[in-house]
């Protein structure tokens, strides 16, 4: 069975995506890496068929910015001589996402639009539950509805099945509003 991951991109990085037009369009491409400021999706478990929704943490609050299938992870020294053209043209056209050292490179078929209004709501951010080998935790530092610090979402984790169920259909329910 599938799993969903959440991965957190830095403000930085949507204000400029967000600037140079980014925004609807749909999500091809992630890139990861060895250090925490741009994470591995290999160490983090991704496989073919599991879904990853980058976040964001911005005025206490988490976005869910689109959601994309992994369809595979390759790595980045070798991914022009394994893609196809269109989809070595769809790496160069997310160029922006690659920031740092990085060592591999999700691509997928076209996931969600990407969009930076879509907030989790608070009661599912109160609710929303990762897992790993060691068991289940939600997310620490919800007081409020409100995120006070990012710390427990930095990097790339899975979801728990119900939390994953949660974020597709807040996706599929603001894609059709």
């Known amino acids: 069975m599938p799993n969903a991951y959440t991965a957190l991109w830095t403000n930085d990085l949507c204000k400029a995506l967000a600037r140079e037009g980014y925004a ?6 992630m890139f990861g890496g060895p250090h925490q400021s741009l994470p591995s999706f290999l160490r983090a478990g991704v496989r073919p068929g599991d879904v990853i929704h980058p976040i964001r943490v911005f005025r206490k609050r ?10 595979r992870v390759l790595d ?26 990085v ?5 997928g078929p076209p996931g969600s639009p990407l969009t ?5 709501p608070p009661d599912l951010l109160a609710r929303l539950t990762y897992r790993s080998r060691r068991g289940e935790r939600q997310i620490r530092h919800v007081v409020d509805g409100e995120l006070r610090s990012a710390v427990s979402v930095h990097g790339i984790y899975r979801l728990a099945p ?4 949660e974020l597709n259909a807040l996706i599929r329910e603001s894609r059709t509003a």
């Open 162 to 165: 119900e939390s994953a169920a």
């Open 103 to 107: 060592s591999e490179v999700v691509v």
């Open 76 to 101: 980045y020294d070798t991914v022009g001589e394994e893609l196809a053209m269109e989809d070595y043209l769809r790496l160069i056209h997310w160029k922006p996402l690659k920031a740092g050292c």
């Open 116 to 120: 930076f209004d879509r907030p989790v």
């Open 24 to 29: 609807g369009e749909r999500l091809t491409v």
């Open 62 to 71: 988490m976005w869910v910015l689109g959601a994309m299938e992994v369809g």
